[in-house]
DNA sequence: GGTCAGTTTTGAATCACTCAAGATAGGGGC
DNA sequence: GCCCCTATCTTGAGTGATTCAAAACTGACC
């Protein structure tokens, strides 16, 4: 009962008004499997399905995925960007200052707070992101090295 | 009384356990002009003080003034790093969406509700950073161009 | 003022990403 | 099911930000 049906990828990207190219399904297939990943990890892997994909297309196929909403683009300091299937709702990322791997975080106290800082500088605000820092459970439990 | 003596970046410097070359005080004194610049920017101001400094000592200087903790390094989404003085305070930043201007902005409600989201996924968190994106007073005001 | 490690200069290389031109392949209409 | 048109992908090259390495230099302790 997973939603991860073979057509579901097709019927979303043209739900989107997107050509349904079979490299646009497996780079949301790729990222079902692998949340967080940057285009390099997306590029390797589709590789094994499509063979023939280009890393240019898989940029060309991320671009036009986050401009459709569909995709999300985040890009922690320090990192190449990553992009995630999980759009539309207020979450942020927490991210391990060792590794680097990333995880999701619902914020604790809704967007309210973080939304009406208490001196814009003159700015229009439009919205609020938050990045954590920290160390993910393995890096945690791994000694000094 | 500015707090902006000659000499006090040299004690700065020294204070923090680094030898106070002059490249280093006019990086300083580049980034009291202008907060937020970037390499280019301090390399930028640097010159007409000092003609022979290259762009990698200004990223030398940067790092090793970083990593001293005389300057917090900020990296927003789809922009070169920026550099500031204001260092550790807890306050975030805004960033126009438009022209890339950054703006300081104090944390309207404190740092603990953004620092304790509802679950963690298993990271050790340590710190939290907020940054905002609107439209700086300029473009906000600008025609649509 | 001399000495030496920490810095800077000079030159080159890397990484992430973008641009452009031509080849290819979805998909609506028949 | 087939054709055509255009969006998309492939191939190849280029850019900007940043880092690396070796040699020349200079700040600071003595």
Redesign the pocket.
């Known amino acids: 009962m997973t939603a991860t049906r073979i057509g579901s990828e ?1 019927e979303l ?2 739900s989107a ?8 399904v497996a ?1 949301l297939r790729a990222l079902e499997g692998s949340p967080h990943a ?3 990890g997306v590029f390797t892997a589709v590789l094994p399905e ?1 063979p ?13 995925l986050t401009e459709a909403g569909l995709v999300r683009r985040i ?1 922690p300091a ?4 990553r992009y995630e299937l999980r759009v539309g709702d207020n979450h942020h990322h927490i991210v391990c200052t060792r590794c680097g791997a990333i995880g999701d975080v619902d914020c604790a106290v809704g967007s309210a707070p973080c939304l009406t800082p208490a001196d814009t500088s003159g700015f229009t605000l439009t919205t609020a992101e938050v990045t954590y820092w920290g160390l993910c459970p393995d890096c945690a439990a791994a000694p000094l090295t």
Chains 1, 2 share one sequence.
């Open positions: 097709r990207l043209r008004g997107l050509r349904a190219t079979e490299q646009r780079v940057d285009a390099n499509l023939d994909t280009s890393l240019q297309a898989v940029y060309g196929v991320l671009g036009a890009e320090g990192s190449p960007a």
